[in-house]
């Protein structure tokens, strides 16, 4: 059914920027809720930003200021515009969306029941 594939991962010097998209393939229909997360390394996976059907946006107080997620649903993608990166940004970021009806707000650790993930992008930010 419904799939989700990010892209737009990579390399880059701190200061620098990139932007993620996630891609809905097979039949979409409405989605209350999508959001990216990341993973670093030996850690657990963390909420970066969600946005609702209507929206409305959550931030991670680590990337707010700096990151800005948005949608288009002509083209069922999702967004993710990274600026000012850091090194400690360095991770590997996953979009998801909602597949119940809790709060559309940034959880950490990320919760990974009840979502639907994509496969993840590698950023990495060198200093």
């Known amino acids: 059914q419904v799939r989700l594939v990010e892209s737009g991962g990579g390399s880059v010097q701190s200061g620098g920027s990139l932007r993620l998209s996630c891609a809905a393939s097979?039949?979409?229909?409405?989605?209350?809720?999508m959001g990216w997360f990341r993973q670093a390394p030996g850690k657990e996976r963390e909420g970066v930003a969600t946005?609702?059907?209507?929206?409305?946006?959550t931030y991670a107080d680590s990337v707010k200021g700096r990151f800005t997620i948005s949608q288009d649903n002509a083209k069922n993608t999702l967004y993710l515009q990274m600026n000012s990166l850091k090194p400690e940004d360095t991770a590997m970021y996953y979009c998801a969306a909602e597949m119940d009806f809790a709060p559309c707000v940034v959880d950490s650790p990320a919760r990974l029941r009840d979502r639907l993930w994509g496969q993840g992008t590698q950023v990495t930010v060198s200093s």
């Open positions: 097979g039949y979409t229909y409405p989605m209350y809720c």
């Open positions: 946005i609702d059907d209507d929206g409305t946006t």
